[in-house]
């Protein structure tokens, strides 16, 4: 573009972010630092490099070796969204399909060489902040050169996952992360908790990748055997020809270790394609992670360019909610979207006050047709069908949606649109 005099214009205009008096408020231009360090982040995760002078500041690694930490712009697997029922069914059937409960926590990777190490998925290394997980890492016989992959958890007292605490303890530094989880004392903050490590994969064992070339049913048969050391009784490996009363009690010994020794491996469910997601509204769980048993990652195992692959053979199984809503109000785009739709700030009403509460805003499902046909002050008061995962905890009188989509236009009136699932909430 700078050589062909062709160079594209950009430009967007954030405005604050966040509630005046929080901490978490950030002026105009506090947000417009954030949101430029923020790219620079992406880029770097994905293997840009600056350069000074014309020459490179850093170098972009293009593998990895257990000699040195993990390059900041390798990145492991993601599940693939969703699977088409027909297909579960027929991986069902073949006996090949395996669900297994899906956390709703951060990803993270605890790395072996003489020592044990923790990463987070965007390969910052925060090990300082998880004296007890790396503990009992340090009791499991597991050979030097060795990478797990889990999830970073924190449950509430009803066994549901804490989201929300979990990002307070990860996202914080040091001295605070150790304060919320109660390692340190501080009369700052609430304690929350410590973090539980759920693990989900073995992606290198003594050296060799296991992630590109082994089945994830022998993953799942190598972790079972390295957590034995904690609870000898463990015995399923994929949980394919189990009873569904041997996989119940699996999956309690596997909580009372996790609960224990803050880190245990993943829980197998029995269940099908009919049951699965009635199953996980009923455990109050975020949904499962189905995979083929016979599946291999290949090269989407991992990449160097910041990004997770998504490979053939994992997917995730989640419910979702869908409810009517009233739009209260439009805002603007940013980025490619300036002078289009944004999304809609959306309202319900709550079924026992029968008072309007305010529930977000929607930015998700538009197509950029869309956007240009609704950002129009017309639509505000028209009712809408919203598609989303779960509610945030209330806030400050708010009860926003995560992952909320636009499904289209609802034939309701605006006293109709009452809120459905309160409850679920993080």
Known sequence: GVQTCALPISRDAPGPCGTVGHADYQTAEEYVDFCIDREIRKKREQGYVEYIDDKPIEKVATF??????????????????????????????????IWTLKRDGMMHIAYKTDSWNIYSRRMDLVTEKYPHIIESLNKLNIPSNTILLGEFVLPKRDGTDNF???????????DLSLAYQGIITSDKVEVLGKILYYVFDVAFYNGKDLIS??????????????????????????????????????????????????????KIYKTNTENDIKLAKELKVEGFVVVDARASY???AYSFDGKAQRPVGIWKRKPKYEEEFIIVDIYEGAGRN??????FEIEQIHPETGERIYCGRCGGGFTNEDRLRLWNKKVIGKTVKIEFDSRQPPKDGTYALRFPEFIGFAD????ECVAQFLSNTD
């Open 338 to 343: 300036i002078g289009k739709l944004g999304g």
């Open 213 to 266: 070339v082994v089945p994830i049913g022998k993953r799942f048969g190598l972790l079972r055997n390295i957590f034995s050391v904690f609870d000898n009784r463990l015995s399923i490996n994929t949980g394919l020809k189990a009873e569904k009363g041997q996989v119940l009690f699996e999956n309690k010994l596997r909580d009372e270790m996790l609960n224990k020794h803050y880190i245990a491996p993943l």
């Open 64 to 97: 990895f070796s257990f000699a040195s930490i993990l390059p900041k712009n390798m990145c492991f697997y993601k599940p693939q969204k969703c699977i088409a029922d027909e297909k579960l069914k027929d991986l069902e059937q073949g006996g090949n399909a």
């Open 412 to 415: 309701k009136t605006p006293e």
């Open 164 to 174: 929300v605490g979990v990002s307070k303890i990860c996202r914080s530094d040091r």
């Open 298 to 300: 290949g090269d989407k």
